[in-house]
T-cell receptor, first 114, second 115 residues
């Protein structure tokens, strides 16, 4: 696609439920990143993919968070047993190569856990 | 460890005023990149500028200008003659390259330009 696409744009879920957030990067971009933007906290790095592998998962806040990427394209971020502190905007970005310095961001998924 | 500090949480100006957004960074790397992104209400981060650590020349793009000073580890952003459409959250970010690149963001500065 022309840009990074994320779905859903908004998600409201009950505490304890699992959610899946989807990211469709720019076609041909091998590097994919997930960030979390919490109110007043800026953007926090979660995980990086190069192709289908994730060499850096250091930002995942707990084992309730996981992500996968298939076919070197679409990525899914899964949050299990959601908690209220998971409420945030989850942003996905992609770049052409791992060392490429220009990352393109999607519009994010706003997750609200009630 | 890398760190980006945007001390201004929120700035309010009246249209046509000039405004400067501050950014101070910390890194032990000798090679790095600095960025500014704009996040309008729609949520998408819009790339504004990238500057590498070896290039301290100031840059001007229309009403936007950037002042990079390695001596003070600062990369400040000035909007001249601000407009209502400039209202957004602005993020400064530091990129570390170590085989792959990840961005460290500041907490952002919300700019509100009123007519």
């Amino acid at each position: 696609g022309a840009g990074v696409s994320q779905s859903p744009s908004n998600k409201v879920t009950e505490k304890g439920k699992d959610v899946e957030l989807r990211c469709d990067p720019i076609s041909g971009h091998t590097a994919l990143y997930w960030y979390r933007q919490s109110l007043g906290q800026g953007l926090e790095f979660l995980i990086y993919f190069q192709g289908n592998s994730a060499p850096d998962k250091s930002g995942l806040p707990s084992d309730r968070f996981s992500a996968e990427r298939t076919g070197g394209s679409v990525s899914t971020l899964t949050i299990q047993r959601t908690q209220q502190e998971d409420s945030a905007v989850y942003l996905c970005a992609s770049s052409l190569l791992a060392g490429n310095t220009e990352a393109f961001f999607g519009q994010g998924t706003r997750l609200t856990v009630v | 460890a890398q760190k980006v500090t945007q001390a201004q949480t929120e700035i309010s100006v009246v249209e046509k005023e000039d405004v400067t957004l501050d950014c101070v960074y910390e890194t032990r790397d000798t090679t790095y990149y600095l960025f500014w992104y704009k996040q309008p209400p729609s949520g998408e981060l819009v790339f504004l500028i990238r500057r590498n650590s070896f290039d301290e020349q100031n840059e001007i793009s229309g009403r936007y200008s950037w002042n990079f000073q390695k001596s003070t580890s600062s990369f400040n952003f000035t909007i001249t003659a601000s407009q209502v459409v400039d209202s957004a959250v602005y993020f400064c970010a530091l990129l570390k390259y170590s085989g792959y690149s990840t961005l460290t963001f500041g907490k952002g500065t919300m700019l509100l330009v009123s007519p």
